[in-house]
């Protein structure tokens, strides 16, 4: 992804004169908001340059370890099986860094076209088996046919889902319970993710989907990431036509997401 190195600092100086005691507040607090939206702009190309520049040396790495696996000792497998683990933390770290700076930008892609949502599931449940595993989780699923279809990006609507799954993994304790539904109302295919974790605050559920905001670190458990990963899903979500929206009784109480994207209808032939 091209970046600029050459990134503007906020210009404050209009601020400091709109806040003069002549100057009206509204336009006081206009600019006030701008010099912030700069400053998270900035703040989100500069992590989006360090993304980058990591790309390329976790690309070797993983070649690397793809490399040692074929002349592996058997007794090395454990080892190299935690190295894969978090290179592909690492990597995934990076991705939502670069995806959240398209974002911001308002350039993130999306190609929509006809597509299973029981693939799309499928492929996402396998991708973040591995977290379950660990922690022993138990998986309640209950696909669709595979008929059911909507209009969308096959690699993006799978990042939502997975994103979902993921954040229930990181916030149900071991030998927890999460369930993943779906159902067909009015018109559109709802995808529930259901856990029986740490739940979330009253207090925190309006900015569970701002970009680095994360709810309270589980007692005892390891913690990866940068609280960009629901920031994306609605992103995502939201670039299909779709939304996502959470519910939760507070912490103790488990959490409950919902992704609704409109369902894909043939043309008519006349």
């Known amino acids: 992804m091209p970046l600029s190195h050459d990134i503007p600092e906020p210009d404050g100086h209009g601020l400091a004169a709109a806040a003069s005691p002549g100057a009206p507040l509204d ?16 703040r989100s190309d500069v992590l989006a340059l360090v993304a980058h520049e990591m790309r390329d040396p976790l690309a ?15 007794d090395d497998t454990a080892e190299h ?19 959240h700076a398209l974002v911001s930008r308002n350039t993130l892609a999306v190609q929509r076209v006809p597509m299973s949502v029981r693939e799309c599931l499928s492929n996402a449940l396998e991708a973040t088996r591995p977290g379950r595993e660990a922690k022993r989780h138990r998986m309640m699923t209950l696909l669709p046919e595979a008929s059911l279809q909507v209009c969308g990006d096959g690699m993006r609507l ?22 993943l539904w779906t159902v067909k109302s009015a ?17 925190q559920r309006a900015r569970i989907f701002e970009p680095y905001v994360q709810g309270r670190r589980p007692l005892g458990t ?9 920031a994306l899903a609605r992103a995502i979500a939201e670039l299909h036509e ?3 929206t959470v519910h939760s009784d507070g912490l103790g109480h488990g959490s409950e997401f919902c992704l609704q994207l409109p369902l894909w209808k043939a043309p008519q032939v006349t």
């Open 27 to 42: 336009q006081a607090l206009r600019l006030g908001a701008l010099s912030l939206q700069a400053s998270e702009q900035r």
């Open 60 to 74: 070797a790495i993983g070649a690397a370890l793809r490399v040692l696996n074929r002349r592996a000792n058997p």
């Open 81 to 99: 099986a935690v190295i894969e683990r978090q290179l592909d933390t690492c990597q995934r770290l990076v991705e939502d860094l670069l995806d």
């Open 158 to 179: 799978s990042q939502v889902v997975r994103n979902l799954l993921a954040n229930a993994t990181r916030y149900t304790l071991p030998d927890g319970c999460i369930e």
């Open 187 to 203: 018109g559109h295919c709802v995808v529930h993710v259901k856990d029986n974790g740490e739940g979330i605050a009253i207090e």
């Open 222 to 230: 390891e913690h990866h990431g940068l609280g960009l990963g629901l």
């Open 242 to 244: 779709g939304s996502i």
